[in-house]
């Protein structure tokens, strides 16, 4: 039975991004994202995926990229489209038993996805930055916690990993 993962990277007071991008660059912050995630699947909102499609030219390569729209379907490009997230995690696990899945942002399907999850691999990001979306507040009580790595430069931030109690 494999499994669903929520992966996110937050500043202070839990910013996740700010008009349509991520408000830093912070090079090797993104390192454990690739690690956890490639050979893998990753669901993600319309603009997070138009994010990433602007930038790459193509959908997260090396990943089975599924997009979460009630508006478009992106039939030219190498991915699938749910309107909703949860027909997204069940096609996951029925076509690709063997993949991790990890739900990938933005605000809306984290607060939505963080109760499918068993484990949440988030980076805590140490920066005061302004932004327009969030990562929900959570129950901490209700994960085991650990701190799987600190850094120190450019900005110290940390990759920690959040596992469900019970
Ligand atoms: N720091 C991080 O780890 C991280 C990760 C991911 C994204 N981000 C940032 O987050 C921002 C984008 O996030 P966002 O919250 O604005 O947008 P988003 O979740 O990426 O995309 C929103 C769109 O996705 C669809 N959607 C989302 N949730 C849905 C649901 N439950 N049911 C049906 N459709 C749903 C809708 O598309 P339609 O309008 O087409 O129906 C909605 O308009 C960007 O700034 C990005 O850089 C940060």
Same mark, same amino acid.
């Given at each position: 039975?494999?499994? @669903?993962?929520?992966?996110?990277?937050?500043?202070?007071?839990?910013? !996740?991004?700010?008009? =349509?991008?991520?408000?830093?660059?912070?090079?090797?912050?993104?390192?454990?994202?690739?690690?956890?995630?490639?050979?893998? @699947?990753?669901?993600? =909102?319309?603009?997070?995926?138009?994010?990433?499609?602007?930038?790459?030219?193509?959908?997260?390569? =090396?990943?089975?990229? !599924?997009?979460?729209?009630?508006?478009?379907?992106?039939?030219?490009?190498?991915?699938?489209?749910?309107?909703?997230?949860?027909?997204? @995690?069940?096609?996951? !696990?029925?076509?690709?038993?063997?993949?991790?899945?990890?739900?990938?942002?933005?605000?809306?399907?984290?607060?939505?996805?963080?109760?499918?999850?068993?484990?949440?691999?988030?980076?805590?990001?140490?920066?005061? @930055?302004? =932004?327009?979306?969030?990562?929900?507040?959570?129950?901490?009580?209700?994960?085991?916690?650990? !701190?799987?790595?600190?850094?120190?430069?450019?900005?110290?931030?940390?990759?920690?990993?959040?596992?469900?109690?019970?």
């Amino acid at each position: 039975m494999k499994k @669903v993962f929520l992966i996110a990277a937050y500043a202070h007071n839990h910013v !996740i991004g700010s008009n =349509g991008s991520i408000p830093w660059n912070i090079p090797g912050e993104q390192s454990r994202f690739r690690k956890l995630t490639t050979g893998n @699947v990753v669901i993600m =909102g319309r603009k997070t995926f138009d994010e990433i499609f602007q930038k790459l030219k193509k959908p997260l390569p =090396g990943r089975i990229n !599924i997009i979460i729209s009630k508006t478009k379907t992106y039939s030219d490009i190498d991915c699938y489209t749910f309107s909703t997230l949860k027909e997204a @995690v069940d096609f996951s !696990i029925k076509e690709f038993p063997e993949k991790n899945i990890f739900i990938s942002g933005g605000e809306s399907l984290y607060k939505e996805g963080i109760s499918l999850a068993e484990k949440l691999f988030l980076t805590e990001i140490d920066l005061d @930055v302004e =932004g327009d979306v969030f990562f929900p507040k959570f129950c901490e009580n209700d994960y085991e916690k650990i !701190i799987e790595e600190e850094f120190t430069k450019p900005v110290s931030y940390r990759y920690l990993t959040y596992t469900r109690l019970s």
